[in-house]
C-alpha cells in the first residue's frame, strides 16, 4: 500500500465549477502538506504550503488538512480552462522535511 | 526573480553511458533536492544537498550521485546508463533546510535512454 493515495482521474467538469481535489495517507508523523500543480512539460508548481491541520485560502485555492482523519484536499473555485493540469498532493515529516512524498496526481479538465 | 534553472532541457543518451544534468537554485536559496518522475512510480526522492554536503539519498543504486557547489549551483550523475532510467529528472530549491518553506522545482531534465 502506498503511503499517499490520490485518485488519478481524469476528473472533467465544466469551466465556473468549483473542484475538490483529495489524498489519503497512512503515515501520521506527517507535519507538512503540499499542493503542485503540473503542466504538460513542465515542473511542478507550489500552490498551496500548510503546516499540520487546518484551513488556508490563497485566491481561488483554499487547502484542507484533517490529520484526524488523514486526509487532505484541494479546493479551486471559478475553475477556469486554464487550471487543466495534473495537481500533486506531497507531504513530509517534520523530521525528514527535505523528502516530500507525492501522491500520483489527478489529471484535471476544465471544459469551456 | 529567476526560478529554478535546469539543464539541458532534453538528452538522449545511449545504453552503458554516462550523463551529467545540472541545476542553478533561486539565488540565496541554499537547499536543493533532486527528483525523478516517471508514469509508473511517479515522483521519487533521489538526493538532498544543503552547503555543499549530501545530507539525505533517497532509495536508489549507487550509480546515481551528484555535488553541490559553493554557489548552491547542484550536479547530478548516472552513470552506466539503463534503459529504465528514462525518466523526467526534476531539481528543487528552498530556502534553508527548515521545513518552513515548500521547494519550487524546476522545469526538470528528460532523459531518454535508448
Known amino acids: 500500500q502506498k503511503e499517499v493515495e490520490q485518485d488519478p482521474g481524469p476528473l472533467s467538469v465544466p469551466e465556473g465549477a468549483i473542484v475538490s481535489l483529495n489524498c489519503t495517507y497512512s503515515n501520521s508523523a506527517f507535519q507538512y502538506f503540499m499542493w503542485y500543480r503540473q503542466y504538460s512539460r513542465k515542473g511542478p508548481e507550489l500552490l498551496m504550503y500548510t503546516y499540520s491541520s487546518g484551513n488556508k485560502e490563497d485566491g481561488r485555492f483554499t487547502a484542507q488538512v484533517d490529520k484526524s482523519s488523514k486526509y487532505i484536499s484541494l479546493f479551486i473555485r471559478d475553475s477556469q480552462p486554464s487550471d487543466s493540469a495534473t495537481y500533486l498532493c506531497a507531504m513530509s515529516r517534520m523530521d525528514s522535511s527535505y523528502k516530500l512524498i507525492f501522491g500520483s496526481g489527478t489529471r484535471l479538465l476544465v471544459r469551456p | 526573480k529567476a526560478g529554478v534553472t535546469q539543464t539541458p532541457r532534453y538528452l538522449i543518451k545511449t545504453r552503458g553511458q554516462q550523463v551529467t544534468l545540472s541545476c542553478s537554485p533561486i539565488s540565496g536559496h541554499r537547499s536543493v533536492s533532486w527528483y525523478q518522475q516517471t508514469p509508473g512510480q511517479g515522483l521519487q526522492f533521489l538526493f538532498e544537498?544543503?552547503?555543499?554536503?549530501?545530507?539525505n539519498k533517497g532509495n536508489f543504486p549507487g550509480r546515481f550521485s551528484g555535488r553541490q557547489f559553493s554557489n548552491s549551483r547542484s550536479e547530478m550523475n548516472v552513470s552506466t546508463l539503463e534503459l529504465g532510467d528514462s525518466a523526467l529528472y526534476l531539481c528543487a530549491s528552498r530556502p534553508d533546510s527548515s521545513g518552513s518553506y515548500g521547494y519550487t522545482f524546476g522545469s526538470g531534465t528528460r532523459l531518454t535512454v535508448v
Open positions: 544537498y544543503f552547503s555543499e554536503t549530501q545530507r
